[in-house]
């Protein structure tokens, strides 16, 4: 895709300040310059495009389902071992409990390295958001060894990833959710365009929303909306 893009046309770390729209073609302000083209996709989460301004400003409608549809809370975890002592055992690896800090856990062994990939969500979350990575660690391997027995006590290495809200580009985890009533009201303008701009994310999706075939399946759709009207304008010109 970079072959096909070209580097030069790349651009990453340079978040969009501003998106201003004329009768002729759109501008993104951003901290590497100002870039125009005829149509834009915006595809930054509906919270994050609340910290862009739009010139001319979004309708009432789409501001309030930008701020309404909030990103979750989650600290996401991996705890690595030795050896694959559960599969030698008979066992899935599955761990679903009331317990906490790790409420899901899943065997996410690579070639390499058997583990586990574990959530600690919502409030939990903030919860434990709150105390050392040491801190969490140790009470990771506790919960493991009372759930899963002696063998978990000395994994390898906790690597700990929390997506919470100070996240610039996504403002939590794992995707934006809309409230009571939200889509019932704002549904009609979900995916619509704003003027030249369109939107495009996983919480977009019509199928898979929350996950990334979510955002391939929004970016495709959109995408295929944008080539559509050039080819309406492109037959016009005609």
């Not at 140790?138 to 009372?146: G, H, R, S």
């Not at 399946?217 to 944008?226: C, P």
Request: net charge neutral; with cysteine; proline share 6%.
């Amino acid at each position: 895709m970079l072959k096909d893009i070209g580097e030069e046309n790349l651009h990453l770390r340079t978040p969009v300040t501003e998106i201003i729209q004329t009768p002729f073609g759109v501008t993104a302000v951003t901290s590497a310059g100002r870039f125009s083209a005829s149509r834009m996709i915006v595809t930054a989460p509906p919270a994050v495009c609340t910290d862009i301004k739009f010139d001319p400003p979004l309708s009432a409608g789409r501001q309030d389902l930008h701020e309404r549809f909030r990103p979750g809370t989650v600290i996401k975890v991996y705890v690595l071992y030795d050896k694959w002592w559960w599969r030698e055992k008979g066992l899935s690896g599955e761990l679903l409990t009331d317990t906490e800090p790790v409420t899901l856990a899943y065997d996410a062994t690579t070639e390499k390295v058997p583990g586990f990939i574990g959530f600690i969500p919502a409030h939990l979350a903030k919860k434990w958001g709150e105390v050392s990575g040491e801190e969490l660690k140790k009470a990771i391997t506790k919960q493991f060894v009372e759930n899963f027995g002696p063998d978990a006590a000395n994994p390898r290495d906790i690597i700990i990833r929390p997506w919470m809200a100070d996240e610039t580009s996504s403002k939590g985890a794992y995707a934006g959710s809309m409230p009571t009533n939200c889509l019932s009201v704002h549904g009609s303008i979900l995916r619509a365009p704003h003027k030249r701009v369109h939107f495009a994310c996983t919480e977009l999706a019509k199928d898979w929303a929350g996950y990334f075939e979510g955002a391939i399946e929004s970016a495709e759709s959109v995408a295929a909306e944008v080539l559509a009207h050039h080819k309406t304008v492109n037959r016009a010109k005609l």
